[in-house]
């Protein structure tokens, strides 16, 4: 026989959801803090649970290991970007010319490495070009390529486009070659021009 002691507590899944998922957010909204104020490479798992007023063990509960951490701290914001260029208003969502679509892609793909660059910089690179994020955008940019009528080596030419927006190269010319903002959207814009080529635009 089952004694009252043994017996489950009504609604006790549905509090311990409610639990991780606040924790998780106290995390998240900590770990931002810290990146904002500190930079990421003092985001250490000690801090951050210092920071949010939780214990370790909470925070690897939440997100695994330090890489999970940052991919879900990339997540929302990438999330959004996808959203927005996938069915959100032309010219980066459809509805503009594929040309004007590709140009807007790029520079909002810079403005968003310039927000959380760092932060991709700090994740696993063991499996970069596995990322679903990374797939997603090469298969938008292949697809708008397409329309803009190039036929030919349409992968090597995505690879080449993806390629001058890695962080890595964005960080650098930024830094190291004191490269502006405007100066990264007009070069990956004059690459996307020539990649697609004079009178290679199509309308959608």
């Given at each position: ?23 998780a957010d ?8 810290v990146?904002?104020?500190d ?11 210092a920071?949010?007023?939780v ?11 330090r890489?999970?951490?940052?991919a ?10 996808q959203?927005?260029?996938l ?18 892609y790029?520079?909002?793909?810079l403005?968003?490495?310039g ?7 700090a994740?696993?690179p ?7 994020a990374?797939?997603v955008?090469a ?18 030419c ?8 890695d962080?890595?190269?964005v ?5 190291e070659?004191?490269?502006?903002d405007?100066e990264?959207?007009a070069g990956?814009?004059?690459?996307a ?5 004079t ?6």
């Amino acid at each position: 026989m089952t004694t009252p002691r043994e017996l489950p507590l009504a609604g006790q899944p549905v509090r311990v959801r409610r639990d991780a998922v606040a924790n998780a957010d106290r995390i998240l909204c900590a770990a931002r803090r810290v990146v904002d104020r500190d930079g990421v490479e003092n985001l250490t798992m000690d801090r951050l649970a210092a920071e949010a007023g939780v214990g370790k063990g909470t925070v690897f509960r939440a997100f695994g290991n330090r890489a999970g951490l940052f991919a879900a701290l990339t997540d929302d914001s990438e999330r959004q970007f996808q959203q927005a260029h996938l069915s959100g208003p032309p010219p980066l969502g459809p509805g503009a010319p594929p040309l004007e679509r590709l140009l807007a892609y790029g520079a909002g793909r810079l403005r968003l490495v310039g927000v959380q660059g760092s932060l991709i910089l700090a994740q696993v690179p063991a499996a970069k070009f596995d990322v679903p994020a990374r797939k997603v955008s090469a298969m938008h940019i292949r697809m708008l390529l397409r329309q803009c009528g190039v036929e030919d080596n349409v992968d090597v030419c995505t690879e080449a486009l993806l390629g001058a927006l890695d962080p890595d190269l964005v960080r650098y010319l930024a830094t190291e070659r004191g490269l502006s903002d405007a100066e990264l959207r007009a070069g990956w814009q004059a690459l996307a021009r020539a990649v697609v080529g004079t009178g290679g635009v199509s309308e959608s």
